[in-house]
């Protein structure tokens, strides 16, 4: 091989792993920020683990496809057709084990992580229910009375409000058809299943407002199935619960 090959494709191997070495210290978030709640950042390593997975299942068949193409051409200087490999044991195990390799190791961290976000415990401080039906959410909070609910329509979204930095215990089902809990700032969302009880427990870190939304075609008007996250004090959520028994009793 001579100098001038070897040196381009040097180049041609070093643009792609250079560009994405250049740009993780500027989107380490992926766009998502961290810390937003107690699952942002597990879901955010997850996350990140499955792009670094792929840029190097990139990069390695990005140099699958320019090797051959350029060190197993036809040459007209020789005037004779490249050396064909038909059969090549070593080769179709490669093929066959590495990416099998690949897809078991982000099996086994998606199972880790999934079990750390849906896990159940004991010391949440707060427990709300969702309920999702064509086409919006209802809110309830059980420490205010079983009528302290907040409905919305797709017309006026209902508003979430939580309490920042502490843990809430989420009731989630349907009345109707499947619907997706999800708040995508807080990488979290779980399904609303007719007939089926699920749970699902994280904190808010950070006061603000945040979109949440239905992720699971649910009919008609299902871009309308919108809600607002409220993350709130402690004092203000106590508060909004006081308001909340107020007006249902």
């Known amino acids: ?43 955010l390593s997850l996350w990140q683990g499955a792009w670094i997975a792929a840029a190097v299942v990139g990069v390695i068949t990005f140099v699958l496809i320019i090797w051959p193409a350029i060190f197993h051409r036809a040459k007209a200087s020789k005037g004779e057709f490249p050396k064909q490999t038909q059969y090549n044991i070593p080769v179709e195990i490669a093929y066959t084990i590495i990416p099998l390799i690949i897809v078991a190791v982000l099996f086994y961290y998606t199972a880790v992580k999934q079990e750390k976000i849906v896990e159940k415990t004991s010391n949440y401080k707060h427990e709300i229910t969702v309920n999702g039906f064509q086409w919006s959410w209802q809110f309830g909070y059980p420490e205010a009375g079983p009528k302290a609910l907040v409905t919305g329509t797709p017309a006026q979204p209902p508003t979430l409000v939580v309490p920042v930095g502490e843990r809430v215990r989420y009731t989630i089902e349907s009345n109707d058809v499947v619907h997706g809990f999800w708040i995508p700032a807080f990488m979290i969302q779980m399904q609303n299943l007719p007939g089926v009880t699920n749970h699902l427990e994280f904190t808010a870190n950070k006061i603000g407002t945040y979109p949440g939304r239905c992720n699971i075609l649910c009919g008609r008007n299902h871009a309308q199935m919108l809600f607002t996250v409220k993350v709130v004090s402690v004092a203000d959520y106590k508060a909004y619960l006081e308001t909340l028994k107020a007006s249902a009793a």
């Not at 250079?18 to 810390?35: D, F, M, R």
């Open 1 to 43: 091989m001579s100098a001038h090959k070897r040196s381009r494709l040097l180049v041609l191997l070093a643009a792609p792993l250079t560009l994405l070495l250049s740009g993780c210290s500027k989107v380490s978030g992926l766009g998502y920020e961290e810390g937003l709640s107690s699952v942002n950042d597990i879901s």
